[in-house]
């Protein structure tokens, strides 16, 4: 039991605060925390749904597949059908299951900020390939430049509650040279976060590139292959079945070099796979391992960020819509099927259709990433800011997210029952002195370690918000955006190693724009 107060409340709640920052030993929540309380599938529905994506995969196989998986595979045990359709047998796939990596380490620039990947335990990450960024002042979408993926690399950097980045949204302004697009994808997120982050690559040929580049920053050869702190991804798979050969040259290239595969599947619901939700499962279980199939094969062992994700349709429309129930649904039952084979679970939520961040945006992000978060996903790309179906960036939401994405952690590591949180003892002084408990040192001692505080959500009295100004929750997230990047310019990247990048490969982030006083904030 806590040991009862003797000194008198002096000094205000200025020196309360300070009494409590000082006393502060550990977090209410951190990286890593363990879901997989949500369940919608039956044990019997998850059988079905593995038993018929194997099936799949036996009978009807992928079509399109490129030259070097044809290499790896045919050797392997598989069989070329008279359609040109690879098909994978069933004892096969199970085995290369069974090799598939089940846990890892995700290193980062920082070793700090190395994170291990296993069991149920849920991390969340940016994502998303957005073309456009929602303007504050303007309420109109702009496209994407380059300054701005380094820009949204620093804030996150910042957001304690986004524990890896991913690629937000391309560099709109390159996007007709890839090679340059890429390479400079690369440069602006290593310049803003020591976070570990990912890469959406476009071409199989980019990768050695990248890797120089890395080694370049870190001053030594074959520096990034030891401790890689980026992992490269993309589409392997066009749906319904078929390979997409960008995508597949870059997941045979990732495998033969060693590194993590970080794969999205994302066939949709009534439009590239069944309108029935247990269907879409199938189908898109049955992609995404062939895909690990395909890694293993040519690697055995090796790591995937097993990247199922199915999408749904509008089907008024047949537009994309990943705010839905059903999106949020079939995403929890995604996490389910993979964390029953023992795989690293990739998902996508917090996509919603809101083109601003509103309450539609508020209420679709949370029911989608709460449902993965408690379902157990590892890699949950919370597309943090995203808006309007994956096509625009706001860097006020990202920070709106945060606070979503912190409380989800609190809502994972759940309520500690042991004698001493019991607080028999606490309520017996209590009752029996004061009367209430908002002095007691089991209050002051828990106010870090056990409650979350928001950083942009309100909580005065309407009466007090009023006072302060009456400032809406995207005003006040515009403020703290503004805040944190007019001061946060890091130099993760030291003169010595930006010169020997900068000879080396065509880099059109300017220094200028790296340092704070520039015209952005």
Same mark, same amino acid.
């Given at each position: 039991?806590?040991?009862?107060?003797?000194?008198?409340?002096?000094?205000?709640?200025?020196?309360?605060?300070?009494?409590?920052?000082?006393?502060?030993?550990?977090?209410?929540?951190?990286?890593?925390?363990?879901?997989?309380?949500?369940?919608?599938?039956?044990?019997?529905?998850? !059988?079905?749904?593995?038993?018929?994506?194997?099936?799949?995969?036996?009978?009807?196989?992928?079509?399109?597949?490129?030259?070097?998986?044809?290499?790896?595979?045919?050797?392997?045990?598989?069989?070329?059908?008279?359609?040109?359709?690879?098909?994978?047998?069933?004892?096969?796939?199970?085995?290369?299951?069974?090799?598939?990596?089940?846990?890892?380490?995700?290193?980062?620039?920082?070793?700090?900020?190395?994170?291990?990947?296993?069991?149920?335990?849920?991390?969340?990450?940016?994502?998303?390939?957005?073309?456009?960024?929602?303007?504050?002042?303007?309420?109109?979408?702009?496209? *994407?430049?380059?300054?701005?993926?380094?820009?949204?690399?620093?804030?996150?950097?910042?957001?304690?509650?986004?524990?890896?980045?991913?690629?937000?949204?391309?560099?709109?302004?390159?996007?007709?040279?890839?090679?340059?697009?890429?390479?400079?994808?690369?440069?602006?997120?290593?310049?803003?976060?020591?976070?570990?982050?990912?890469?959406?690559?476009?071409?199989?040929?980019?990768?050695?590139?990248?890797?120089?580049?890395?080694?370049?920053?870190?001053?030594?050869?074959?520096?990034?292959?030891?401790?890689?702190?980026?992992?490269?991804?993309?589409?392997?798979?066009?749906?319904?079945?078929?390979?997409?050969?960008?995508?597949?040259?870059?997941?045979?290239?990732?495998?033969?070099?060693?590194?993590?595969?970080?794969?999205?599947?994302?066939?949709?619901?009534?439009? *590239?796979?069944?309108?029935?939700?247990?269907?879409?499962?199938?189908?898109?279980?049955?992609?995404?391992?062939?895909?690990?199939?395909?890694?293993?094969?040519?690697?055995?062992?090796?790591?995937?960020?097993?990247?199922?994700?199915?999408?749904?349709?509008?089907?008024?429309?047949?537009?994309?819509?990943?705010?839905?129930?059903?999106?949020?649904?079939?995403?929890?039952?995604?996490?389910?099927?993979?964390?029953?084979?023992?795989?690293?679970?990739?998902?996508?939520?917090?996509?919603?259709?809101?083109?601003?961040?509103?309450?539609?945006?508020?209420?679709?992000?949370?029911?989608?990433?709460?449902?993965?978060?408690?379902?157990?996903?590892?890699?949950?790309?919370?597309?943090?800011?995203?808006?309007?179906?994956?096509?625009? !960036?706001?860097?006020?939401?990202?920070?709106?997210?945060?606070?979503?994405?912190?409380?989800?952690?609190?809502?994972?590591?759940?309520?500690?029952?042991?004698?001493?949180?019991?607080?028999?003892?606490?309520?017996?002084?209590?009752?029996?002195?004061?009367?209430?408990?908002?002095?007691?040192?089991?209050?002051?001692?828990?106010?870090?370690?056990?409650?979350?505080?928001?950083?942009?959500?309100?909580?005065?009295?309407?009466?007090?918000?009023?006072?302060?100004?009456?400032?809406?929750?995207?005003? !006040?997230?515009?403020?703290?955006?503004?805040?944190?990047?007019?001061?946060?310019?890091?130099?993760?990247?030291?003169?010595?190693?930006?010169?020997?990048?900068?000879?080396?490969?065509?880099?059109?982030?300017?220094?200028?724009?790296?340092?704070?006083?520039?015209?952005?904030?």
């Amino acid at each position: 039991m806590p040991e009862r107060r003797t000194q008198p409340r002096r000094g205000g709640s200025a020196a309360r605060r300070k009494r409590r920052q000082t006393t502060r030993t550990d977090a209410a929540v951190r990286p890593g925390l363990t879901g997989g309380q949500y369940r919608p599938l039956s044990e019997h529905d998850i !059988q079905r749904i593995c038993a018929s994506a194997l099936e799949i995969l036996e009978e009807i196989g992928i079509g399109d597949p490129i030259p070097e998986i044809l290499d790896y595979a045919l050797e392997g045990g598989c069989r070329l059908d008279d359609a040109g359709r690879l098909r994978f047998p069933r004892a096969l796939v199970e085995d290369l299951i069974d090799v598939s990596a089940s846990e890892y380490t995700l290193f980062a620039p920082d070793p700090d900020h190395d994170l291990e990947v296993r069991g149920q335990d849920v991390l969340f990450s940016t994502s998303g390939e957005a073309v456009t960024i929602l303007d504050y002042e303007t309420q109109k979408f702009r496209p *994407t430049r380059l300054v701005d993926l380094y820009d949204a690399a620093r804030l996150a950097d910042q957001l304690e509650h986004i524990h890896t980045f991913g690629q937000p949204f391309i560099a709109a302004e390159y996007s007709d040279d890839v090679f340059v697009h890429d390479i400079n994808a690369a440069y602006a997120e290593l310049a803003g976060t020591r976070k570990s982050f990912a890469l959406g690559i476009s071409q199989a040929t980019h990768i050695e590139p990248l890797i120089a580049l890395f080694d370049a920053y870190l001053g030594t050869a074959d520096g990034f292959l030891e401790r890689p702190f980026c992992t490269f991804g993309g589409c392997p798979i066009v749906s319904p079945l078929r390979f997409g050969k960008e995508g597949a040259e870059v997941l045979v290239r990732v495998a033969e070099l060693g590194l993590t595969g970080d794969v999205a599947v994302a066939p949709q619901a009534g439009a *590239t796979a069944p309108a029935a939700l247990a269907g879409t499962l199938v189908q898109c279980l049955a992609e995404t391992l062939a895909c690990l199939c395909v890694v293993n094969l040519v690697r055995p062992g090796s790591t995937i960020n097993f990247g199922m994700w199915p999408f749904i349709s509008d089907l008024r429309t047949g537009a994309f819509t990943g705010g839905s129930g059903e999106e949020a649904l079939v995403t929890a039952a995604t996490v389910q099927l993979c964390n029953h084979l023992g795989l690293i679970t990739s998902v996508g939520t917090g996509m919603t259709d809101a083109k601003t961040m509103d309450v539609q945006a508020g209420y679709e992000k949370a029911l989608t990433t709460l449902s993965a978060a408690l379902a157990g996903g590892n890699l949950v790309s919370a597309y943090p800011g995203i808006v309007g179906s994956l096509i625009g !960036q706001s860097f006020e939401g990202m920070v709106i997210d945060n606070d979503m994405l912190g409380n989800i952690q609190r809502m994972l590591r759940g309520i500690e029952v042991t004698d001493e949180t019991l607080s028999l003892e606490v309520i017996r002084e209590v009752v029996a002195d004061e009367g209430h408990f908002l002095g007691h040192p089991q209050t002051l001692a828990l106010m870090q370690s056990e409650y979350l505080y928001p950083q942009v959500a309100d909580r005065l009295t309407p009466g007090a918000w009023e006072d302060a100004g009456h400032q809406t929750l995207y005003e !006040q997230a515009h403020e703290r955006v503004g805040a944190m990047l007019a001061t946060h310019y890091p130099r993760y990247i030291t003169p010595a190693a930006d010169e020997r990048i900068r000879a080396q490969f065509p880099i059109r982030l300017e220094p200028a724009d790296m340092r704070a006083g520039n015209d952005r904030w």
